[in-house]
């Protein structure tokens, strides 16, 4: 079984930053593929990073330069490093792991950017 707990949600200020992370636990393999996404109320979740255990990263065009995606592994602790957020930037973001062949997702965490 494995869990996937995120952290670092809140509200900040259009032009600040948050990191969230994403603690993963269980049966995990060296080789995995892990990422962000996130979900507006009745639309579609869409990607926003991801990275593999292979080092290869890829963003989504509306982040590129503001987002930074790692991974600790070690820790088995990914982040996100988002800074100059926008209000559009506004909504719920969900960890995602793929590894032996399974699919997880954490509980989501709502970020808000708003003065």
């Known amino acids: 079984q494995v869990q996937l707990v995120e952290s670092g949600g809140g509200l900040v200020q259009p032009g600040g930053s948050l990191r969230l992370s994403c603690a993963a636990s269980?049966?995990?393999?060296?080789?995995?593929?892990m990422g962000w996404y996130r979900q507006d109320p009745g639309k579609q979740r869409e990607l926003v990073a991801r990275?593999?255990?292979?080092?290869?990263?890829n963003y989504a065009d509306s982040v590129k330069g503001r987002f930074t995606i790692s991974v600790d592994n070690a820790k088995m602790t990914m982040f996100l490093q988002m800074n100059t957020l926008k209000p559009e930037d506004t909504t719920v973001y969900y960890c995602?792991?793929?590894?032996?062949?399974?699919?997880?997702w954490g509980q989501g965490t709502q970020v808000t950017v708003s003065s």
């Open positions: 995602n792991l793929l590894t032996l062949g399974q699919i997880y």
């Open positions: 269980g049966r995990i393999s060296s080789i995995y593929d």
């Open positions: 990275i593999t255990s292979g080092g290869r990263i």
